[in-house]
């Protein structure tokens, strides 16, 4: 491996990219033959979405915590693929849920063959994880694994059952997100440090790590829908606020906002008047009220927390490349 | 326990709900005992489809597989109460594919909370019942538990593959019922056989007794939808015909018909008009030409391969008892 990440200088992302091309290649190969089925439908529309342009990072975050906890084996690959397999399968759902038509600029599953083929491909592509994933006989891993599954499944109905208020707080807005998207990325790191046989203190600093940088993510994904550019992002801006999805911003904006101005807020929530006039004038109210900088900043918070977890690792390339996808993961560019 | 299973005599249906109430209630118990989320949202539609009127027949099936098996101990209880909470999801998810409103006479999930709730609270219900079994450090339970999911999600997906066609054989309507109805009463046995540390024999018989009884079961159901009262089953007939989903007296009729009828079935098909004077005179040519006597040896035929399974025990109240389930699973009065 004359790219090994052994004889890498890692810059930047592209740098990690290509010294994890190996690996990354493998998790490919590891995707398609796992999509066997003897239902020509099943592996139609999970090639669909599975195609769909997803960047790998649980994938390839799960490695790279293998990696730096020592491990050498190749069973990372398989388990990093059925991690990317569940996440598949939660975006499946999602689009059903949110009703959505695009996803990374293509047409979603369920625009071509409908929310049925979508619900049940997903509940498909999760449970052929959990068959993977139990082959490994590891229980660590078995219990890592269902607990960020039912984590995921509580967040999104947290989420839900907050639709078109903005009446909770933000630390429970942080408490969706640690649950919708840092569960799964904490369940990959942790169980990278599992395959390498860390020690407990190790698997629980990955898995912090991990979460952090879900949240982060997640934090950073909420506000960009504010305020990037809709060539950026690659989906259509103010997708949240139509959606009834109050997010970090919001929460802010709501907090220092003059009472004529909450009102206001409030009559777009509830009338669900999430059309381009209103969008207009709230994000110019967060630009004055700062609510998209603190957003950002309280991501940025959270990827130091993140990188402050990998102090129980020592030095070495694979560390390097955590914390340059650390700053990936909240970069307007992605 | 005075009316415990070992004083029992058992005639019929009454008196096995009467011997086993014992551990219906502790079912029942640790099902109301495990909606324990912090969020509201998912324990009321949890409570709702789980308080729906359900037999409770896969975990009545997975303790008296134990029992018979020689197991004593009180690991059932919860075993089976997560395998009525996957149950349970894969009904939230069929209400979402079928656009169901009713269930067993009762609004549906979908329809009080809608779609979204209904998909998460069954991707919740489903990775809350993973998260219980992996406790359970068995790895045949885990195995057998996530090959049954795997099953039923293939099952439900060939079901939609041929979805408004009547050009699959009967062969392969019979594989779509022991993947979506067989799997999982399957797998319920054979865990129970795992609990009592049964022999791979006796696991494998028990395993083949409740795929043959569950495919009975989805046969005599799907038969029914052309010849119950309605006041019976409790459902609307014709619901099959109307969704487009072709099973067993309509490929048996298909068969049998003259062109000319075989052609009018065609276009109602494709027509989609599967309204009362098409039922009507669909039900009459099952009639005319044997579909539904068809059918429904069909599904004894099941019943009897399901008995012939309990031969490798010996006898004890406890076969007794899932002789008289496996008659009941074919009935018309459930």
């Not at 990072?57 to 790279?64: C, D, E, N, W, Y």
């Not at 979603?108 to 449970?127: H, P």
Request: with cysteine; proline share 1%.
């Amino acid at each position: 491996m004359p790219n090994g990440p052994e004889t890498c200088v890692i810059e930047g992302m592209r740098e990690v990219w290509e010294c994890y091309r190996g690996e990354l290649n493998a998790v490919e190969d590891q995707i398609r033959q796992n999509l066997d089925s003897k239902v020509a439908l099943v592996n139609t529309v999970s090639a669909h979405i599975l195609n769909s342009g997803g960047k790998r990072i649980r994938p390839l975050l799960l490695i790279l915590s293998a990696r730096l906890a020592g491990y050498n084996g190749s069973h990372d690959i398989l388990l990093a693929s059925m991690v990317e397999y569940i996440h598949t399968a939660t975006l499946l759902h999602d689009d059903v849920v949110d009703h959505a038509d695009l996803r990374r600029g293509k047409t979603t599953a369920r625009g071509l063959w409908g929310n049925q083929a979508s619900i049940l491909v997903g509940d498909y592509l999760y449970s052929k994880a959990i068959c993977h994933i139990v082959g490994f006989h590891n229980q660590d891993v078995n219990e890592c694994l269902s607990m960020a599954c039912r984590k995921m499944a509580e967040g999104e109905l947290m989420q839900l059952s907050y639709k078109d208020q903005a009446n909770h707080s933000e630390r429970e807005y942080l408490k969706i997100a640690e649950h919708k998207t840092g569960a799964l990325i904490a369940a990959a790191c942790r169980m990278g440090a599992v395959l390498a046989d860390a020690d407990p203190l190790q698997r629980d600093a990955m898995f912090r790590f991990g979460q952090a940088l879900g949240v982060a993510f997640q934090v950073a994904d909420d506000t960009l829908d504010y305020a990037a550019q809709r060539e950026v992002l690659g989906k259509l801006l103010g997708k949240d606020l139509g959606e009834g999805n109050v997010t970090l911003p919001l929460l802010h904006v709501k907090q220092y906002c003059t009472e004529s101005e909450r009102q206001r807020l409030a009559e777009i929530m509830e009338t669900d008047e999430g059309g381009d006039g209103n969008f207009v004038w709230i994000t110019a109210l967060m630009e004055r009220y700062g609510s998209i900088d603190y957003a950002l900043a309280t991501a940025r918070r959270y990827i130091e927390d993140a990188k402050g977890c990998l102090d129980a690792f020592e030095d070495s390339s694979h560390k390097r490349a955590l914390h340059v996808i650390a700053d990936y993961m909240v970069a307007r560019d992605h």
